[in-house]
């Protein structure tokens, strides 16, 4: 056969105008046209184990799971187990359910709420490390209103078809985490002439999401390509979990539980409140009191709460979990051939320091940053079989910081 002849058995081109011919038993393929099918062959792979859903864990393996990697918070891992769970075996009934059986399970949405650094969006990220369906987090800052600057809420689900390589009928299976979720909060109770269209429009925007409906989705972005085809995506099986801090909430919990009643009887039932942790006693009226709309409120029937985290939670927060901060600085030396090691002390000293600044967990690993950043900038050059960090030396690095910022000021 000679070579004008010879041509591609999927697109047609000759062997003159493709870099490689493979030749099979019946026909000729061309190495653009093996890409393009090595794509789609990947892509149905990674599809079908999207959509697998045998051997299913129970609420207890996910608990237990978290448990490896979230200290503390056992309200909160419990109801997102049960949720998950529940999830995964009402897809399945709903894959098998027939027309005889006619009971319908609805889905049930979580909000979770606790102050900043108790663990909301690690406990999103980790169990998202299990998970046998598509997941994604999106924060609820960036969404505003249809039409105006900022992303329209469409966009969760565009985020939600990217880890299905845009396939529908998969991400129709996904969970999704919105995070920030009390930053669209309603704004005020006033009327206004002004539109309040990164609070309450965002939260109505929100509703034919949380309830279960046909959404067009612009895979690309809505206002930057307007020319693209939408995408259909039916979000009655997408779990929706929503996450905030809801900073000032416990004053109207305390308003709520009358705390401050005087009264005989009022002081026996005051007694009996844990004023330290008023967020245990949250309510649906409270997250109406704070901004949301009660549609919204009605949508996530399963709320929950996360624990302050004190100092012994913090101490183990620090060394006990499989991705520990403390284990994450020992691995990092180890890759440069140094074996890292904190006193007790110091490490006391660290969580003394983050309830100071009361900033959470997240506070524990920017003390350890500051605490370690010089020597992370030696180490690798002078290369020391070993390291201890001890308490004058993390005292000093921690004043350091502090007079630059006491002199910047």
């Known amino acids: 056969m000679k070579g004008e002849t010879r041509r591609c058995s999927f697109c047609g081109r000759t062997a003159k105008e493709v870099n ?39 609420p207890r393996e996910i608990k237990d799971y978290l448990d490896q990697y979230v200290i503390g918070q056992d309200d909160a891992k419990i109801a997102m187990s049960v949720a998950v769970y529940n999830h995964y075996k009402r897809l399945n009934y709903e894959a ?14 979580i909000i979770m709420v606790g102050s900043t650094g108790t663990g909301k969006t690690l406990l999103a990220r980790t169990i998202a490390k299990m998970l046998l369906v598509p997941f994604t987090i999106v924060d609820a800052t960036v969404l505003t209103e249809a039409g105006y600057v900022g992303e329209d809420v469409e966009s969760i689900l565009s ?39 990164s609070g309450e429009g965002v939260q109505q925007g929100l509703l034919k999401l949380l309830e279960g409906s046909v959404i067009n989705v612009p895979p690309y972005g809505g206002r930057k390509h307007p020319e693209q085809e ?42 009996k409140i844990d004023k330290s942790n008023l967020m245990q006693y949250i309510a649906p009226m409270d997250l109406k009191a704070f901004g949301l709309i009660p549609e919204i409120i009605g949508r996530m029937p399963i709320l929950t709460h996360l ?20 284990k994450q600085y020992t691995r990092l030396f180890e890759l440069d051939g140094t074996k890292l090691k904190f006193n007790d002390n110091v490490l006391d000293y660290i969580v003394d320091k983050a309830i100071e600044f009361k900033l959470g967990a997240r506070g524990l690993r920017s003390i350890v940053e500051t605490i370690m950043m010089e020597k992370m900038f030696d180490s690798p050059s002078s290369k020391p079989k070993s390291l201890t960090i001890t308490l004058d030396y993390a005292k000093k690095k921690i004043e350091q910081s502090a007079s630059k910022i006491a002199n910047t000021q």
């Open 20 to 58: 490689l011919l493979i030749t099979g038993l019946n026909g000729l393929i061309c190495d653009d046209c093996a890409r393009e099918a090595y794509k789609v062959v990947t892509a149905n792979s990674k599809s079908s184990q999207c959509q697998k859903l045998d051997n299913l864990p129970t």
């Open 96 to 109: 098998d359910r027939d027309d005889k059986n006619d009971v319908e399970i609805e889905k049930s949405n």
């Open 159 to 197: 985020r939600l078809l990217q880890e299905c390589n845009y396939d529908a009928k998969v991400a129709e299976r996904g969970i999704v985490f919105i995070d920030e979720i009390d930053k669209i909060a309603r704004k005020s109770d006033n009327p206004s002439i002004t539109r309040d269209v």
């Open 230 to 271: 939408f995408i259909h995506v039916n979000t009655k099986n997408i779990l929706f979990i929503c996450g905030g801090a809801f900073d000032g909430i416990e004053s109207r919990i305390a308003q709520r539980l009358n705390t401050h009643v005087v009264g005989f009887d009022s002081i026996e039932n005051s007694a």
């Open 307 to 326: 624990e302050p985290l004190d100092r012994p939670a913090l101490r183990s927060i620090l060394t006990e979990p499989k991705n520990s901060i403390i």
